[in-house]
């Protein structure tokens, strides 16, 4: 691949963190492919989308914003409007239409059992943050991931904020650009159903659908993740060339 390539954004959601993204971008990085991970912060997603919208705007060149989980709904608030965002890329990731917050989405078909694995922490903002229970981190969110490395994860879990989880989307970004998905029949935070809505709704250029799979697909399946983001870096630069 030629050296002039955009810029990967990758942007985690919750019960996650940058490095879950690490195989993924071993793999972009050997493909020459440059790539942020940024540290989404989880707290309100009009914010949230504020903050990716500033890093994706501070790069030169041509981007294509990757989201996993809840990112998909910032990548999707975040890259309204920007001119050098050419793809994005949803990651086993929600993808909402205005007015729809990430709970509606889940909520909207059956089979998410995300709900009852809940740690709920008050807040002294009057906000609620919710993690995974350890112990039923890896059943629920990566059931396909190592034990060593899904202990490690439900360690480092960045927990989602209520402000977060009831945002309202905004205009989204695949309305006008292009989009590609990746999602698992098996995915238990949220509803295989729901993802292939999305999919079809968006009018993906490439959906794939990854049989039994857990959540954690940049975990637990970084080669196929890291090949649909190459096909659409390719997509991008094949536009801008």
């Not at 239409?97 to 807040?123: C, N, Q, R, Y």
């Amino acid at each position: 691949m030629p050296t002039s390539l955009p810029t990967v954004v990758l942007v985690h959601g919750a019960f996650a963190e940058s490095s879950s993204w690490n195989e993924v971008i071993e793999r972009l990085q050997a493909a020459g492919v440059p790539v942020i991970a940024a540290a989404n912060p989880l707290r309100s997603l009009d914010g949230d989308a504020s903050s990716v919208r500033s890093l994706i705007s501070s790069i030169d060149g041509p981007v294509v914003a990757v989201g996993h989980s809840y990112g998909g709904a910032v990548i999707s608030n975040a890259a309204t409007g920007l001119e050098n965002v050419g793809a994005l890329v949803f990651v086993a990731a929600f993808a909402p239409e205005v007015g729809e917050t990430i709970g509606d989405l889940s909520g909207k078909f059956p089979g998410s059992t995300l709900g009852e694995t809940l740690h709920a922490v008050e807040l002294s903002d009057g906000t609620t943050d919710f993690f995974i229970q350890p112990e039923r981190y890896r059943a629920q969110f990566a059931a396909d991931v190592a034990e060593e490395r899904a202990r490690l994860d439900a360690a480092t879990q960045r927990p989602l904020n209520t402000e977060a989880l009831n945002g309202r989307a905004s205009e989204p970004a695949w309305r006008s650009i292009p989009s590609f998905f990746v999602f698992s029949s098996g995915d238990r935070n949220i509803p295989v159903e729901a993802l292939r809505f999305m999919a079809e709704r968006a009018a993906a250029v490439e959906a794939i659908e990854i049989p039994d799979a857990s959540h954690a697909l940049p975990v637990s399946q970084p080669a196929v993740v890291a090949d649909l983001i190459l096909r659409a870096v390719e997509s991008v630069r094949a536009t801008t060339d």
